[in-house]
């Protein structure tokens, strides 16, 4: 696949560019995820090396303004989703669904429809291996929420995971699981 896909601005991600782009995506993960209202604590070494577990499972989006990293988009099999309640969620066909594992847009960039895109070409990218996707988001993040469901998104389930405040201090994050149909994002 090309860099440039379907004339729509977004670039492909994948094990053959990461090299490249990998130290803004770096900066742009830890922006996203440890300032403002919904901030944890993510050391920067652990930042690099989820971000290289998650293109080494999976692929994503990225999109530039300018020359600036604006957001990216990562998405890999929901089989990598250790965390994803299986048995709690059987009509979530596991073997065919895609899990978008990380959406972050800068946030001198955001209210611009630009995690919309973003998510909407990982499902158009996804439409010819997967019949479903599923999103993760921390259930105070209300705009993401609204996002999810505007994109078509439901709520199905949730979890519970352990996240660092401070590098010596743990707090309890509720994630909600969200699901649709691939197919509807392409119509």
């Known amino acids: 696949m090309t860099e440039k896909m379907r004339g729509n601005g977004l670039l ?15 900066e742009l993960y830890l ?28 692929w994503g989006n990225m999109l530039f303004v300018g020359d600036r990293l604006a957001g990216v988009a990562l998405a890999m099999p929901l089989l990598q989703d250790s965390g994803f309640p299986a048995a ?3 009509s979530i066909p596991v073997e065919r669904s895609l ?23 990982l499902l158009v990218r996804a439409e010819s291996d997967y019949t479903d996707a599923v999103i993760r988001v921390w259930d ?18 949730s979890i519970w995971q ?11 994050m509720k994630k909600i699981y969200l699901h649709r149909y691939i197919l509807a994002a392409v119509q």
């Open 12 to 26: 492909a991600l994948g094990e053959h560019n990461y090299p490249k782009y990998r130290g803004q995506i770096i």
């Open 31 to 58: 922006h996203a995820f440890t300032g403002g209202e919904y901030a944890q604590y993510i050391d920067p070494p652990v930042a690099g090396s989820t971000l290289d577990g998650l293109i080494r499972n999976g």
């Open 88 to 90: 709690d969620l059987p």
């Open 99 to 121: 899990y978008i594992s990380e959406v972050m847009v800068h946030a001198a960039f955001r209210g611009r429809g630009i995690a919309a895109q973003l998510v909407n070409g």
């Open 140 to 157: 105070r993040n209300k705009p993401a929420l609204s996002l999810y469901r505007k994109l078509g998104f439901y709520p199905v389930g």
């Open 162 to 172: 352990t996240k660092l405040k401070s590098p010596g201090e743990t707090f309890e």
